[in-house]
């Protein structure tokens, strides 16, 4: 159990809520291990039809996974062992929902972030509000877009999935709704009401939650992304981060000017460990994208970059960090390949069952 998690049933529905919001509901390990167990029940549990999860606190549905706590440990052994329990932890539980046999809504109201993203994105049901902002941000942490978000996005038109990968950009509702990432959208206003009318619901079947769904349904809005296409496509299919820099600096538009102003921030081996396991995620099933991003993450956040982002983003606050090695040019593809090889004889690869 979790001090930061509520479990509770109302009527058919299993109702999951993230009780940390003064943390925006970042992810602990304790909150992991008491979510995944409550989804066996509710699976196994036949006076259970659906299963809905939420953030408390109207600001976040959840900020992301809480690598905080990693890039702050002091490094050695123990700090080794966290950062393995925590992945290991979040892929499974990111796994469990992508095969969940029940429908599982999740109410994207507010932040989500990293973390949050696999708590969501994975499940049958996607529902935004006016409030949602949802991005995937880690190259500026000195990480990469993890928790499978590399075979969700990398499955969007064109290149669209890389660009919002390397640059973290930040997706509203209504670029959800248009990409197809929310499956629904309502005012956050309603959502009260309408766990209340999933809750006297006598069975919550597909059928049943998609008119419930659609009664309380609102315009999320406009998006330019799909208008963007052609462009991302020029830019963002090139095959280093350098063809894609020097795409950016010469490009005329204002996005792209933002977006190079990511890249010119962001770590240079995580923007190249992203847009590696973007290339590769597109033709591999969604097990081979958690096992490599359990290898990148253990990696990672051993390497000095993830805490040089934890603490210039999360910790001091400062916005600037000193990576290692300082420029894109500098990285070199055996370095890379490193990261991506099978783990070392006496090093457990994440199963998944």
């Known amino acids: 159990m979790s001090d930061h998690v509520a479990i509770e049933t109302a009527g058919r529905l299993g109702l999951i809520t993230l009780t940390r919001p003064k943390a925006l509901n970042a992810l602990s390990l304790e909150m992991i291990e008491a979510i995944r167990p409550a989804l066996d029940r509710f699976e196994q549990d036949a006076a259970i039809d659906a299963v809905l999860i939420r953030g408390a606190g109207g600001r976040a549905f959840c900020s992301g996974g809480d690598v905080r706590a990693v890039g702050t440990a002091p490094p ?77 996005l990398s499955r969007l038109p064109g290149e669209l ?5 390397l640059t973290g950009l930040r997706l509203r509702a209504g670029d959800l709704k248009a990409l197809g990432l929310a499956t629904h959208h309502i005012e956050a206003s309603s959502m009260d009401a309408l766990i209340e009318a999933l809750a006297i619901e006598s069975r919550l079947d597909h059928a049943a939650l998609n008119a419930i769904l659609s009664r309380y349904a609102a315009d999320p809005g406009g998006s330019d ?16 981060i350098g063809a894609i820099h020097d795409g950016l600096a010469s490009a005329p538009e204002s996005w792209a000017a933002e977006a190079l102003d990511v890249v010119r921030r962001a770590s240079p081996t995580s923007l190249a460990v992203t847009l590696r396991l ?56 055996s370095s890379i390949d490193a990261l991506f090889d099978p783990l070392s004889a006496g090093e457990v690869e994440l199963g998944l069952a």
């Not at 081979?288 to 993450?297: E, K, M, Q, S, T």
Request: hydrophobic share 45%; aromatic share 10%; glycine share 8%.
């Open 76 to 152: 050695g052994p123990e700090a080794a062992a966290l950062s393995r329990a925590f992945f290991a932890a979040e892929y499974a539980l990111n796994y469990r929902i992508h095969r969940y046999a029940k429908p599982y809504i999740a109410l994207i109201d507010g932040i989500t972030m990293g973390g949050g993203c696999g708590l969501s994105l994975h499940g049958s049901y996607r529902v935004s509000t006016e409030r949602t902002l949802l991005a995937m941000p880690e190259t500026v942490l000195g990480l990469f877009p993890d928790v499978g978000a590399s075979w969700i």
């Open 161 to 165: 999935g890389v660009y919002i990968a």
């Open 225 to 240: 992304l799909l208008s963007r296409q052609t462009r991302v496509d020029a830019l963002f299919s090139a095959e280093t």
């Open 278 to 333: 973007f290339r590769a995620a597109k033709t591999l099933p969604i097990k081979a994208v958690l096992a490599l991003d359990y290898r990148l993450a253990i990696r990672l956040t051993a390497q000095p970059d993830f805490r040089e982002g934890v603490r210039s983003i999360l910790v001091d606050k400062d916005n600037r960090p000193r990576w290692i090695p300082e420029k894109w040019e500098e990285v070199t593809s």
